[in-house]
């Protein structure tokens, strides 16, 4: 959803416009003198637009999110790393 909203306003409520941009997944339009000028979006929203995820990427974010490694803490990660290199290197 989108809404314009003048730039006076924009400065005036700009918290409040950053919480609906960030709950709500709101964007806003800000015009000045009647005139487009910029958009506010969350970031996600901008990083979707401009450089989506490609598709294996999200494949692999689904699939380790079955198997729950998607919460897999960096110790956790470099222990697994390491000890899969010793095996590899033991070969």
């Known amino acids: 959803m989108t809404n314009i909203v003048s730039a006076v306003e924009a400065r ?4 409040q416009i950053l919480r609906r941009v960030n709950k709500n997944k709101e964007r806003f339009v800000v015009d000045r003198r009647g005139e487009p000028q910029a958009v506010i979006m969350s ?7 401009v450089a989506p995820e490609p598709e294996w990427l999200r494949r692999v974010g689904e699939a380790s999110k079955r198997r729950g490694t998607d919460k897999l803490s960096m110790r956790q990660i470099d222990t697994i790393v390491s000890r899969a290199r010793r095996e590899q290197r033991a070969r």
Not at 12 to 15: E, H, N, V
Not at 43 to 49: A, F, G, H, P
């Open 43 to 49: 970031m996600q929203d901008y990083v979707d637009l």
């Open 12 to 15: 005036t409520q700009f918290g």
